[in-house]
């Protein structure tokens, strides 16, 4: 699995490309926790608002994993690998977003 990973602002601009059903066939957003808003423009709004808090300006971690193209990731794969993503980066139980695209049959997840 091919994993990208990067600090980052711009909560809007990331939950409009994460919710892009345009350049996608399909989007799931599969988990939300930690958040109070239940939607992914509210969650980003929300981690934002903390950010001003404490002045930090990259608030958010984003990781996409994309498997092979002629790999099929099961869900249960795709949210064991992001736990152990969170677990070596200090992140475990923290506020988090998943997100499923699919595009030409290929899916791919990116976790907030």
């Given at each position: 699995?091919?994993?990208?990973?990067?600090e980052?602002?711009?909560?809007?601009?990331?939950?409009?490309?994460?919710?892009?059903?345009?350049?996608?066939?399909?989007?799931?957003?599969?988990?939300?926790?930690?958040?109070?808003?239940?939607?992914?423009?509210?969650?980003m709004?929300?981690?934002?608002?903390?950010?001003?808090?404490?002045?930090?300006?990259?608030?958010?971690?984003?990781?996409?994993?994309?498997?092979?193209?002629?790999?099929?990731?099961?869900?249960?794969?795709?949210?064991?690998?992001?736990?152990?993503?969170?677990?070596?980066?200090?992140?475990?139980?923290?506020?988090?977003?998943?997100?499923?695209?699919?595009?030409?049959?290929?899916?791919?997840?990116?976790?907030?």
């Amino acid at each position: 699995m091919i994993l990208k990973a990067s600090e980052r602002g711009g909560g809007k601009q990331l939950a409009l490309h994460l919710l892009n059903d345009r350049d996608n066939d399909h989007v799931e957003v599969h988990d939300i926790r930690g958040f109070i808003a239940g939607d992914l423009v509210g969650v980003m709004k929300e981690a934002h608002a903390v950010s001003k808090g404490t002045r930090c300006q990259n608030f958010l971690f984003s990781v996409s994993l994309n498997p092979p193209d002629t790999e099929t990731v099961s869900t249960d794969v795709f949210e064991t690998t992001i736990e152990r993503i969170e677990s070596t980066n200090g992140l475990a139980g923290h506020p988090r977003v998943i997100v499923f695209h699919e595009k030409e049959g290929r899916r791919h997840a990116h976790a907030v």
